[in-house]
């Protein structure tokens, strides 16, 4: 089964319960993207939004931390009400702060950017809980679906299946109802879409389009 995870980065930051409401009959998560203005060039939100939708939003909170330093914020997102945290790989220290995130509680993710090879989130496959496979640079919303990726993808859940792992594989950025196919046929099962969602006039009828296109 397929999970779709609207990003909120696309959504109204003035009105996000509202937002978050909106579409939460055809989400399955909701993913949140912390940005520290250093892993990335671009700065969103921290735990105090994230402790201020939880108490509007009983969906799951898939935490993307885009952050050079997010093991001084692990413990704070867990208060928040995060349930799950993924790192970047590329930040180091993976091993460190995927045990960190399980023992706080939450779900702990690795993600890796389109460039960085698969080779590096081998080793601690047995230690996450899901494996966030980028899809564009990491930083902003509503960029171009970059099909490079899809031969990694396929490889990383090949990697999964041969463990006989139970990581999710989630993919994020350019997801719309023209790419959600290629990713789900490729071995992504957790879909995070930002702009093809909080982009479109109905909201909620576009994660259905998504998620049909996915499943298709
Ligand atoms: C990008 C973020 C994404 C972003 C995706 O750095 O990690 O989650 O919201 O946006 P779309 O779906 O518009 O590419
Ligand atoms: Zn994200």
Redesign the pocket.
């Known amino acids: 089964m397929v999970l779709i995870a609207p990003?909120v980065?696309?959504a109204d930051f003035g009105n996000l319960a509202e937002a978050v409401g909106e579409v939460s009959p055809a989400a399955d998560w909701l993913?949140v993207?912390v940005m520290d203005g250093h892993f990335?060039p671009n700065l969103t939100i921290g735990p105090p939004v994230v402790a201020s939708l939880r108490r509007h939003s009983g969906l799951f909170f898939d935490c993307?931390l885009?952050m050079e330093d997010p093991g001084s914020y692990l413990g704070a997102f867990a208060e928040a009400g995060a349930n799950g945290c993924t790192v970047h790989v590329e930040v180091g220290r993976s091993a460190e702060l995927l045990a960190e995130a399980r023992r706080l509680g939450l779900q702990a993710g690795l993600a890796l950017n389109p460039e960085t090879p698969l080779d590096t989130v081998l080793p601690y496959l047995e230690a996450c809980d899901l494996l966030l496979v980028m899809t564009?640079h990491?930083?902003?919303?509503?960029?171009r679906f970059m099909a490079e990726v899809l031969p990694k993808l396929a490889e990383a859940r090949k990697a999964v299946d041969e463990r006989g792992l139970a990581v999710r594989i989630e993919v994020?950025?350019?997801?719309d109802e023209h790419t959600a196919g290629l990713v789900a046929r490729a071995g992504a099962d957790v879909l995070?879409?930002?702009?093809?969602i909080f982009g479109r006039e109905r909201p909620w009828e576009a994660a259905q389009a998504i998620r049909r296109a996915a499943e298709g």
Do not use: E, N, R
């Open positions: 990003s980065l696309s993913h993207d990335v993307h885009m564009v990491p930083g902003f919303g509503g960029q994020d950025g350019g997801i995070v879409a930002g702009s093809a």
